[in-house]
């Protein structure tokens, strides 16, 4: 008997009789992408579909809009030996090394940022203190939109979301007695993200640190900024360019680096599904390949360092299987589009964070349940580094109570649940082979999208995505409203009595005070002949004619070692490049 002669006689006997005594609960279950979900799964599911008919995930076979072939495979001979074959092996379904966290596990990497530098320095040692084996800043919002922590626009949101850095003087305090030439550091931040870097690099310097020893992550990704976290300074054509001149300045000069993080997560924060998530952050990739090959990188100079940025939410299978897809997308986009021959360069490296949009303030306990099981699913997917979030998030920055339970989570899980013990524990599942082939499947026709408009920065222009993510968050918020969906403490099991009693943490006057004297103290004491001429030099390199081409990275270190700040250095680019206005949806 065959597989789907069995699976019809168990319908048609055991399933219909278990059905008539105790129906199911209702009558489709989706993922949170609205993807079906079948009762059961098996064998059939990965060669035939119901009627036999072949099935799996049918990739497009037009060009791009480069007019290079997608060169994504026919999906009706769907070969579970080659596209999911084994760790370490092309197309890395199941895992870019062969051993996986066998050999070394994954980076606890717990996001922190409050305050003035020495606030987020002292949270940083406890964290590594207590076992996190690398960092990640989280800048406030004026540092985030190119603003001093005195100016007029800053007024009010000094270290509310993440340290305020004005001046390489605050750089060298936050990372005072840090040991950069041995842990890698990520920061976040993106439109000023080549000024922040230069503060990093000359801070390190300063200290006898070489810059070619330096190891860390610069998110960098000003497409997503675009689509969905809108935290933009300057029009996208000029912003590409300082994207692509950290990427080539890296490539020369800071070869252990990442100076880019491709990230979905702001995406599927702003509301998408998880394919679109995947689609437009691998969209937004292929957009920054493309602008460094018109530079004159070759491929393999630059890609090996490219690495991306990636949501845990709550659909756990879900997550996982968008995980495993993305591996084998962009080794075929990698190979087959780019032609890569460095296999490095084939490799999807991904950091993790649980679902901050998926933390309640309602019952806030809860959510330590919730990141425990995104985090689960993210190291079974396979992540390089991962950020747990803390359970009071949805009410303010951590407490260091809560940043520590958080980082325990991810121990817990790295040193007691035996996930680490063996590679990819869920290779070979039925339901979970077969919704990454659906995943990817999503996700290719998104990209044939995207490239019959011309690409990832014609669509943003367009408004493409931006109107996709908010058609998916629409409808996530009328199913939760119709009880469709459900939130625990939210819609569903919900305490009307119930009162907050955990501990919040607040930013003292006296931080922001420590901050605006130092930030007096370096403009009073530092060379203002130096400062003035970095700053010229920075403008006159902007505004060259034809200057797409000069790689401002060596002015922006001049800006750093004299102290210029970074409201100074931003002014003169906004002065240059002019400042974007999102136009008015209609």
Not at 84 to 99: A, C, K, M, N, S
Not at 395 to 412: G, K, T
Request: hydrophobic share 40%.
């Amino acid at each position: 008997m065959t597989w789907i002669a069995r699976r019809r006689a168990w319908q048609e006997g055991r399933v219909r009789a278990a059905l008539e005594r105790s129906p199911e609960r209702r009558t489709g279950f989706s993922t949170i992408s609205d993807a079906q979900v079948e009762r059961l799964y098996g064998p059939w599911d990965w060669t035939a579909g119901p009627d036999g008919e072949p099935t799996g995930p049918g990739g497009p076979t037009a060009v791009d809009h480069l007019g290079q072939p997608l060169g994504t495979g026919r999906w009706d001979e769907f070969d579970p030996l080659r596209d999911v074959g084994l760790p370490g092996e092309p197309p890395f379904t199941r895992g870019i090394h062969p051993t996986a966290y066998r050999s070394r596990l994954w980076t606890m990497r717990m996001f922190a940022g409050f305050g003035a530098a020495e606030d987020t320095n002292a949270r940083f040692r406890q964290l590594l203190a207590a076992g996190q084996t690398g960092l990640s800043i989280a800048f406030d919002m004026p540092t985030l939109y190119g603003y001093d922590t005195d100016d007029p626009e800053a007024e009010g949101e000094f270290g509310t979301c993440g340290v305020a850095v004005s001046s390489l003087a605050d750089m060298e305090v936050l990372l005072a007695d840090l040991p950069l030439d041995r842990i890698s550091t990520s920061m976040t931040i993106n439109s000023p993200a080549a000024p922040i870097w230069a503060m990093y690099i000359a801070a390190a310097e300063r200290r006898g640190v070489p810059r070619h020893v330096l190891e860390g992550t610069l998110q960098n990704d000003i497409l997503k900024e675009f689509v969905a976290q809108k935290e933009f300074l300057f029009p996208p054509s000029h912003s590409i360019r300082l994207v692509t001149d950290t990427i080539e300045f890296g490539t020369r000069e800071l070869p252990r680096w990442n100076t880019i993080s491709i990230s979905g997560y702001h995406i599927r924060e702003a509301g998408s599904t998880a394919v679109q998530e995947l689609a437009f952050t691998i969209a937004d990739g292929m957009a920054y390949v493309e602008e460094c090959l018109r530079r004159g990188l070759r491929i393999d100079e630059f890609a090996p360092r490219l690495s991306f940025f990636f949501n845990s939410h709550s659909d756990f299978f879900e997550e996982i299987a968008k995980f495993r897809a993305s591996r084998r997308i962009w080794y075929r986009l990698m190979t087959e589009r780019y032609r890569a021959e460095n296999e490095r360069s084939t490799w999807l490296r991904f950091h993790t964070q649980t679902a901050g949009v998926s933390l309640t303030a309602q019952q806030p306990l809860n959510n330590l349940t919730r990141v425990a099981i995104q985090a689960l699913a993210a190291v079974l997917g396979g992540t390089q580094s991962l950020h747990t979030d803390a359970y009071d998030e949805a009410w303010a920055v951590p407490s260091a109570e809560a940043a520590l339970l958080a980082l325990r989570q991810q121990q817990i899980i790295a040193e007691e649940s035996g996930i680490a013990s063996t590679v990819d524990p869920l290779g070979g599942s039925w339901f979970v082979e077969s919704l990454t082939n659906t995943t990817e499947r999503a996700v290719w026709r998104y990209l044939d999208e995207i490239d019959r408009r011309g690409g990832m920065v014609k669509a943003i222009a367009e408004g493409y995505p931006q109107r996709e993510i908010a058609d998916a968050a629409y409808r996530f918020q009328r199913e939760l409203d119709a009880g469709e969906r459900t939130i625990v403490g939210v819609n569903s099991q919900v305490d009307q009595t119930e009162r907050l009693s955990i501990p919040l943490l607040e930013v003292s006057e006296g931080s922001r005070r420590r901050q605006l004297d130092r930030l007096d103290r370096t403009r009073r004491e530092r060379d203002s002949s130096a400062v003035e001429a970095a700053l010229i030099g920075l403008r006159d390199a902007a505004a060259r004619p034809g200057s797409s081409e000069t790689n401002l990275m060596p002015h922006f270190l001049r800006c750093a070692e004299a102290y210029a700040t970074l409201g100074e250095q931003c002014a003169v680019l906004r002065q240059v490049f002019g400042e974007y206005r999102e136009p008015v949806a209609v």
